[in-house]
């Protein structure tokens, strides 16, 4: 996956990342944790939003690439309101996806505790111009269309 975008949470000090097969993984790194086999652990990637395509084996993906003509849109801006502890993210398409980037908290052994990001909202491009055109019947009946 081709990082096409890069996110902080000034407030939570989480790291969001854009990738080119339209999903937001989020970077998360250790100070030297021991793994359950032994070694240190340094970093890790998650992906907080996923599609189809990019679940499916190499070979799919060209096939389905190919057959319909079409790929996953990447993700090109991400945005985070840390005050309100959102993450914005803008596809090629023009797809909006909203998602709610909880506070950190500790446990009860003080180890920091990050819980994980939840999907809000999406909207596409379309469902846009729908409601552009809906607001502005409303504001201006006049100018509506016929």
Known sequence: ???????????????FLGGNDGCVHEFQYFNDDVSW??????????????????????????????????????????????????????????TVMVFHVPPNRRDADGQLEEPPVVPVHSITSYAMTVEV??????????LAAP
Do not use: M
């Open 1 to 15: 996956v081709v990082v096409s975008s890069i996110a902080c949470d000034e407030v939570s000090r989480r790291i």
């Open 37 to 94: 086999y032994g070694r240190p652990r340094k970093s890790r990637s998650s992906t907080v939003h996923w599609n189809l395509q990019s679940r499916l084996p190499g070979f799919l993906r060209r096939l389905t690439t190919k057959l319909f003509a079409s790929s996953a849109e990447g993700v090109v801006q991400l945005a985070v309101d840390g005050s309100r502890g959102l993450l914005f993210s803008l596809s090629g398409s023009s």
């Open 133 to 142: 055109f809906r607001l502005r019947s409303h504001l201006f009946p006049g």
